[in-house]
């Protein structure tokens, strides 16, 4: 006789076998994979005392581990990328307690893939649908006020709402692959204003005093590591005030995903100057991180965007995910795409209130990707 299923949290990824969670997973999305996960809790870039605990999801149906999902407990709202401070203000002016709260989410990492990770089978979404059930007894017994699943795959946008969850949206850019052979391939598509532009960006960006390189796999260095760290720092220092991750968290991920990971360094005279970091799966290169100790013009464009193409083009990758924001990335070939996210609050007064609030903002949002999409770089005539 089959025993109920149980769900069960873990305090530490390295709690749970890594076969274990790696056999919940359908393809080869590098960030939740249980390495990933591990190397940010192992670097100390994840804990408690940085504001998000730990607190992973685990479904066991008859003895065996039938669903994930990384979830950790919530202390602010930093490293999500999906802004929420304007809730938080909300409901404690209100008198309520918005912190701690739940984040179905990868740390520091805005990039869409999966949430509730469960293998395929004719039971996948209800097995998902345990998931959410048993995150919401988590937040009734911690007395949290709310679970946000951040960056989600469309399959999981509909369990949650029928879950109960709000939907909400927002935008990235994307380039896509269609095709191209070369980068001149995919210029081609460009109307001539825009072609000549970046032709012109990409000359003036690609110094003779410059070396490009691009490295991955076994030719990664701790020296490499410590020039872009560096450039991480400066970046994130001014931007964020704290940098979320480690220096050692780029070790780890060296270590353990060094065939997935795409640097691109420049070097002049002799000394590093900036850099971007990606990570690639079969059919995506994810853009992460960008920095630099060297203002030159056009470096940041060439390093993140076009480098990143040329790579997508020569290793036919379907697309370049080119990270949060930036309307700027239009006009290089990165179209507007939108993307989702689910909230379950658990005052009912208070999940009333967000819904208003989100039914306006969609609205919102797809008018701004309506218009961007109108101002696309690609050609639209014959006259273009």
């Given at each position: 006789m089959s025993e109920p299923p149980v769900i069960k949290t873990a305090q530490s990824i390295a709690s749970i076998p890594e076969a274990d969670w790696n056999a919940c997973l359908i393809d080869d999305h590098p960030f939740v994979t249980h390495q990933f996960l591990k190397a940010l809790e192992d670097s100390g870039s994840v804990s408690a005392e940085a504001g998000w605990m730990p607190y992973h999801l685990m479904l066991e149906i008859d003895g065996t581990l039938a669903g994930v999902a990384p979830m950790y407990v919530k202390g602010h709202s930093q490293g999500e990328y999906v802004f929420d401070h304007s809730w938080a203000h909300a409901y404690e002016r209100a008198g309520g307690r918005y912190y701690p709260k739940l984040q179905l989410s990868v740390p520091f990492s805005p990039v869409t893939g999966p949430r509730l990770l469960v293998p395929d089978g004719p039971d996948r979404s209800d097995r998902q649908k345990m998931l959410l059930q048993g995150a919401k007894q988590v937040a009734e017994n911690l007395s949290l006020s709310s679970i946000h699943a951040t960056f989600l795959r469309s399959d999981e946008q509909k369990v949650m709402e029928e879950m109960g969850f709000l939907l909400r949206t927002g935008e990235q850019f994307h380039w896509i692959n269609d095709g191209y052979r070369t980068f001149d391939d995919f210029l081609e598509n460009l109307a001539s204003r825009k072609r000549k532009a970046i032709r012109k960006e990409r000359r003036e960006a690609q110094n003779p005093d410059f070396e490009f390189e691009t490295i991955t796999g076994s030719d990664l260095t701790e020296a490499h590591w410590d020039a872009f760290f560096g450039f991480y720092m400066d970046t994130g220092s001014r931007k964020w005030g704290t940098p979320y991750l480690t220096r050692?968290?780029?070790?780890?991920?060296?270590?353990?995903?060094?065939?997935?990971?795409?640097?691109?360094?420049?070097?002049?005279?002799?000394?590093?100057?900036?850099?971007?970091?990606?990570?690639?799966?079969?059919?995506?290169?994810?853009?992460?991180?960008?920095?630099?100790?060297?203002?030159?013009?056009?470096?940041?464009?060439?390093?993140?965007?076009?480098?990143?193409?040329?790579?997508?083009?020569?290793?036919?990758?379907?697309?370049?995910?080119?990270?949060?924001?930036?309307?700027?990335?239009?006009?290089?070939?990165?179209?507007?795409?939108?993307?989702?996210?689910?909230?379950?609050?658990?005052?009912?007064?208070?999940?009333?209130?967000?819904?208003?609030?989100?039914?306006?903002?969609?609205?919102e949002v797809d008018a701004e990707i309506r218009y961007l999409a109108g101002h696309s770089p690609f050609r639209h005539s014959e006259n273009d």
């Open positions: 050692e968290f780029f070790t780890r991920l060296g270590e353990t995903f060094g065939e997935a990971v795409v640097l691109f360094l420049v070097k002049r005279a002799g000394r590093y100057i900036a850099g971007a970091l990606n990570l690639q799966s079969r059919d995506c290169l994810y853009g992460r991180y960008w920095g630099c100790v060297e203002d030159h013009r056009f470096l940041h464009f060439e390093t993140c965007y076009y480098r990143a193409i040329d790579y997508a083009i020569e290793h036919g990758i379907a697309r370049v995910e080119a990270g949060a924001q930036g309307p700027h990335k239009l006009a290089r070939g990165y179209l507007p795409t939108k993307t989702y996210s689910a909230h379950w609050l658990r005052d009912p007064g208070f999940h009333d209130a967000v819904a208003d609030f989100l039914m306006a903002e969609t609205r």
